[in-house]
């Protein structure tokens, strides 16, 4: 059995969930890089990791399905024994943006069953393989985070099935820190603003503007690092006791100003 902590981090291959899972294995997690089809940023990423004197594994798996959900578990279980921290990173964008008054439902539970019902019965299934590891290990400590976004209480009408999805994202984090703090598993929330990744590269222009316009106090945009060090100073166990916790990640965007 791996000594070593083990973090899952869904969509650890590109993006924010790279940014992540560097910081994790810098902090000295093992970690296990789940994507959804893109076996090569993956295994690029894992070429970054052994570096770090950590080991990593590559589950594709697609977090919407069921049976994909528990390959992620198993593989955790077969390779390293263990788990410690689960990152809920995973997520995707409508394919098309579209206004919310011709919106499709295809659209609407493509997103929602990615984003929302994904991480939410993965986490209903690592959070019971952690409870059954605390009781074994009670001196151990496990974390769950997940990453939601501004538009989990920001209004965008051409993308509202993504906005719904991060709200409930926000819930779904109440929720099971509520539930699991008996069992001294604590569960967070890190809401990224805008980060320059594969899924922002489509509307690069447009939020360059408003950037340069001073949308956000902090002019400049997010890189995965920025999520990734926030993550990393949650699993570091500085903010124990902060579970239910919301970790804004966005040069300041939240703020209300005059
Ligand atoms: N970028 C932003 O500005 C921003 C802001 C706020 C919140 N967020 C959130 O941060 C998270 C990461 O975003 P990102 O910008 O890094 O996105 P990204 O660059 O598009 O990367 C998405 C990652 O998720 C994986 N993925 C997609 N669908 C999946 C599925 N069904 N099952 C398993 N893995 C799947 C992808 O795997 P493949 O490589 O195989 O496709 C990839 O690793 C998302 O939840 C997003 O909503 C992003």
Same mark, same amino acid.
């Given at each position: 059995?791996?000594?070593?902590?083990?973090?899952?981090?869904?969509? &650890?291959?590109?993006?924010?969930?790279?940014?992540?899972?560097?910081?994790?294995?810098?902090?000295?997690?093992?970690?296990?890089?789940?994507?959804?089809?893109?076996?090569?940023?993956?295994?690029?990423?894992?070429? /970054?990791?052994? #570096?770090?004197?950590?080991?990593?594994?590559?589950?594709?798996?697609?977090?919407?399905?069921?049976?994909?959900? /528990?390959? =992620?578990?198993?593989? !955790?279980?077969?390779?390293? &024994?263990?788990?410690?921290?689960?990152?809920?990173?995973?997520?995707?964008?409508?394919?098309?943006?579209?206004?919310?008054?011709?919106?499709?439902?295809?659209?609407?539970?493509?997103?929602?069953?990615?984003?929302?019902?994904?991480?939410?019965?993965?986490? /209903?299934?690592?959070?019971?393989?952690?409870? %059954?590891?605390?009781?074994?290990?009670?001196?151990?400590?496990?974390?769950?985070?997940?990453?939601?976004?501004? #538009?989990?209480?920001?209004? #965008?009408?051409?993308?509202?099935?993504?906005?719904?999805?991060?709200?409930?994202?926000?819930?779904?984090?109440?929720?099971?820190?509520?539930?699991?703090?008996?069992?001294?598993?604590?569960?967070?929330?890190?809401?990224?603003?805008?980060?320059?990744? +594969?899924?922002?590269? !489509?509307?690069?222009?447009?939020? +360059?503007?408003?950037?340069?316009?001073?949308? !956000?106090?902090?002019?400049?945009?997010?890189?995965?690092?920025?999520?990734?060090?926030?993550?990393?100073? =949650?699993? %570091?166990?500085?903010? +124990?006791?902060?579970?239910? /916790?919301?970790?804004?990640? +966005?040069? &300041?965007?939240?703020?209300?100003?005059?």
């Amino acid at each position: 059995m791996a000594e070593k902590p083990v973090a899952i981090i869904t969509g &650890g291959s590109r993006g924010i969930g790279k940014g992540i899972a560097l910081k994790l294995a810098e902090l000295g997690y093992n970690i296990v890089i789940n994507y959804a089809s893109n076996k090569e940023a993956a295994e690029e990423t894992k070429q /970054q990791i052994p #570096s770090l004197s950590v080991e990593c594994a590559t589950q594709q798996a697609d977090i919407s399905s069921n049976r994909d959900r /528990q390959s =992620i578990k198993e593989l !955790t279980r077969d390779t390293f &024994g263990r788990c410690d921290l689960l990152v809920n990173n995973a997520g995707v964008a409508p394919l098309a943006r579209a206004d919310i008054l011709e919106a499709t439902e295809e659209s609407f539970e493509r997103v929602l069953n990615i984003n929302l019902k994904g991480p939410y019965f993965l986490t /209903q299934s690592i959070a019971n393989w952690m409870i %059954e590891q605390k009781k074994r290990f009670p001196d151990r400590a496990f974390r769950i985070i997940n990453i939601s976004s501004i #538009s989990a209480y920001t209004s #965008s009408p051409s993308r509202g099935e993504y906005c719904v999805s991060k709200a409930g994202i926000s819930m779904m984090t109440a929720l099971y820190a509520d539930r699991l703090a008996e069992y001294g598993i604590v569960v967070f929330e890190v809401r990224p603003g805008i980060i320059a990744t +594969d899924m922002t590269s !489509t509307v690069k222009e447009k939020y +360059d503007k408003l950037i340069a316009e001073g949308l !956000t106090p902090i002019k400049r945009w997010g890189e995965p690092e920025d999520v990734g060090k926030a993550v990393a100073a =949650i699993a %570091e166990g500085r903010l +124990d006791f902060c579970t239910g /916790q919301i970790i804004n990640v +966005d040069g &300041g965007f939240h703020l209300k100003r005059l």
